[in-house]
């Protein structure tokens, strides 16, 4: 399934190629976040042909809300009820569930919460989000597990990942007793908890190794805690993960961040930055980043980049896009949501060009901070 084609010679960066019955990921890979079985404001033709996205994400608990499992399994599966043929990542929903503390409960059992949508009352325990990931027919599946929250004491970090392990033992061998609904192989990841405590996170790294997943994600983090917190965390936990499996570092997150954890050995990121931050007004570029609101582009009559493969740099004036903001056009929100996901794809592509040819290490940094500049 994941094949190491190369490890980089001064840091821990690395290529490699995931394979899915939809289709191959060369890593490392941005993949753009499709909550609701669409990445907001871009279609399905952009993510192919403007985006070049080789995966998506959807999101477990709100498709098991809305629209359904058995109006999604009616359609085939999450592929062809979104007209999408390439590979689909699906979280468990342990997240959303760990964000509604106020209206969700922890059990042995799994975590009953209540429907941000109506107040009704579900429970998702390990094996049920196996069987609704089964419906769902995504390429790669996420285990169920708790997102303590930072700040947390030792005691607590530890208490939950003790119960993310006990879940997804469950969970592994739900899915190993289960079989696909639709014809096509899925692959199911675990996850590395353990709060921002460096034995906890070693142990998990181990035990969560020795389960024997296809994948291994690093969850947990991205949560509150300081960036170098996550950089050291990250760069701690991939030196206990074995090399021949992808490592998912979950919902990471800005530019920089990527390059950043891509040297210490991260292949797949997800988030929901890059589109809402363009619905926001904050464009990516090669320099720093924008907030095209802003009214020192209220006259600017240029492309901001007349050489970057997007219709907002290319081809259209920046008072034009400042304009569409200025009014809540939608058109806007589609331009700069394109552009975002195009930045990062692109830079997905030269972080692989230059791990292949050894100038990755040399550049990332630099990088990383100019991509932290407001323009």
Request: contains cysteine; negative net charge; hydrophobic residues 35%.
């Amino acid at each position: 399934m994941f094949e190491l084609k190369k490890t980089a010679d001064s840091s821990k960066a690395r290529l490699g190629t995931l394979t899915t019955d939809h289709g191959e990921i060369d890593t490392p890979i941005f993949m753009p976040v499709g909550t609701l079985a669409t990445v907001k404001a871009v279609k399905q033709n952009d993510l192919i042909n403007k985006i070049k996205a080789q995966i998506i994400l959807g999101n477990t608990y709100h498709l098991y809300l809305r629209p359904g499992c058995d109006i999604i399994e009616n359609a085939g599966g999450l592929h062809p009820f979104m007209s999408w043929d390439r590979p689909i990542l699906t979280d468990s929903g342990g997240y959303q569930v760990f964000s509604l503390s106020d209206n969700r409960e922890l059990t042995e059992e799994g975590a009953e919460f209540k429907s941000h949508l109506d107040g009704s009352k579900h429970m998702f325990t390990p094996e049920s989000v196996v069987d609704i990931q089964r419906t769902l027919g995504s390429d790669i599946m996420m285990v169920l597990d708790e997102c303590p929250p930072h700040p947390c004491s030792y005691e607590y970090a530890k208490e939950s990942m003790e119960l993310t392990h006990r879940w997804e033992k469950r969970g592994r061998d739900a899915f190993l007793n289960t079989d696909p609904k639709y014809g096509h192989k899925q692959a199911q990841f675990g996850i590395v908890q353990g709060g921002t405590f460096e034995d906890l996170r070693i142990e998990s790294a181990k035990r969560v190794t020795d389960m024997d997943f296809e994948g291994i994600a690093i969850g947990g983090l991205s949560v509150g805690e300081p960036t170098d917190l996550m950089y050291e965390m990250t760069d701690l936990n991939t030196d206990y993960l074995p090399e021949n499996k992808p490592r998912y570092l979950m919902g990471v997150g800005k530019p920089a961040n990527l390059l950043h954890c891509i040297a210490r050995g991260v292949d797949m990121f997800d988030c929901v930055l890059p589109t809402r931050n363009a619905r926001n007004g904050q464009i990516f570029t090669e320099n720093g980043y924008i907030n095209i609101s802003n009214a020192k582009w209220k006259n600017h009559n240029e492309p901001l980049d007349p050489n970057f493969p997007s219709d907002l740099c290319s081809k259209y004036k920046m008072s034009y896009i400042h304009h569409l903001f200025r009014n809540n056009e939608l058109l806007g929100l589609e331009l700069a949501s394109l552009h975002n996901l195009i930045f990062y794809l692109s830079l997905m592509d030269e972080v692989k060009e230059r791990i292949a040819n050894d100038t990755f290490h040399n550049w990332y940094e630099d990088k990383a901070e100019l991509l932290n500049t407001k323009i």
